[in-house]
């Protein structure tokens, strides 16, 4: 399976969640690439089975979450038909953003299967898990 992990990070959180989810989903029978929105390969997100798609949480600490970097995640070309995973780290609060960022992706053409926000503080503990639940969720299909 060819499998795209594109990030936007603003403060390196979500880098290190893409990075920790290209090799949580790496095996013999994935080719695995990690990219930034801003070294996106069209030729490769073509070809991807699944593509993982992440950024930072913004907004206030109470109210107002949105997925951060918009404009950025503009560049990312139509996912007509794509398996899409959103994911998205959070300092305090994700309020609803992960599933702002699923409609977000969803109106870019994506069938997006998982939407989930993950604490800074818990990346390492909660990457691999989450990532072994959708690719489990993939073989149940």
């Keep these: 399976m060819n499998i795209v992990v594109i990030h936007q990070s603003r403060s390196g959180n979500t880098k290190k969640a893409a ?16 990219r930034s ?3 996106l390969d069209f030729k490769e997100l073509a070809n991807a089975d699944l593509i993982f798609i992440g950024t930072w949480v913004d907004g206030l600490i109470l109210f107002g979450h949105r997925p951060g970097d918009i404009g950025k995640l503009n560049t990312i070309p139509p996912l007509w038909g794509k398996t899409v995973v959103a994911f998205m780290t959070h ?6 953003a992960a599933s702002k960022f699923a409609n ?31 690719l489990a969720g993939l073989s149940s299909h």
Excluded: D, Q, W, Y
């Design 91 to 96: 300092a305090v609060n994700p309020g609803k």
């Design 37 to 39: 929105t801003e070294n």
């Design 19 to 34: 990075e920790l989810l290209g090799g949580a989903v790496n095996s013999p029978e994935n080719k695995v690439t990690v």
């Design 104 to 134: 977000f992706l969803e109106s870019k053409g994506a069938n997006v299967i998982s939407s989930r926000s993950i604490s800074k503080s818990k990346i390492e503990s909660e990457i691999r898990p989450f990532a072994e639940e959708v």
